[in-house]
C-alpha cells in the first residue's frame, strides 16, 4: 500500500529549478512532520528540510539550505521541495518521509519510493 509517492524527479540541466511533491495517502497528524532526504549510491541518506505538518515551521540541514525551499499544503495532505539552481552533485533519490521529525532517517517511520532527480549538461 502506497503511503507517500513523490513526483517532479527528472533530467535537468545545471542552473535549473525543479519542485519535487509528496502526496500523502495517510492522515497526517498535526505533531507529524515531513522531511526531504536525498541519497547517492554509496552514502547514507541525509535530511535536507522538514517541516512541522500543523504550525509550518520549517528546519533545514546543511545540505539544504540556501537553494531547497520545503513548504507544505496541509489540507492536500501534499508537501513540497523546491530547489533551485541545482548542480551535478545534487544528483540523487529524493525521498519525502513523514514521522515524529528530526534529523535522522530513525524519526521518520513512512517512505516514499523515491524520485530520481539527475543534474546534467
Known amino acids: 500500500q502506497v503511503q507517500l509517492e513523490e513526483s517532479g524527479g527528472g533530467l535537468v540541466q545545471p542552473g535549473d529549478s525543479l519542485t519535487l511533491s509528496c502526496k500523502s495517502y495517510?492522515?497526517?497528524?498535526?505533531?507529524?512532520?515531513m522531511g526531504w532526504f536525498r541519497q547517492t549510491p554509496g552514502k547514507e541518506r541525509e535530511l535536507l528540510a522538514a517541516v512541522r505538518w500543523a504550525s509550518g515551521v520549517t528546519w533545514y540541514e546543511q545540505a539544504g539550505k540556501g537553494r531547497f525551499t520545503i513548504s507544505r499544503e496541509s489540507a492536500k495532505n501534499i508537501g513540497y521541495l523546491q530547489m533551485n539552481r541545482l548542480k551535478p552533485e545534487d544528483t540523487a533519490v529524493y525521498y519525502c518521509?513523514?514521522?515524529?521529525?528530526?534529523?535522522?532517517?530513525?524519526?521518520?517511520?513512512?517512505w516514499g519510493q523515491g524520485t530520481q532527480v539527475t543534474v546534467s549538461s
Open positions: 518521509a513523514q514521522g515524529s521529525g528530526g534529523s535522522t532517517i530513525w524519526s521518520y517511520g513512512r
Open positions: 495517510l492522515h497526517v497528524s498535526g505533531s507529524d512532520a
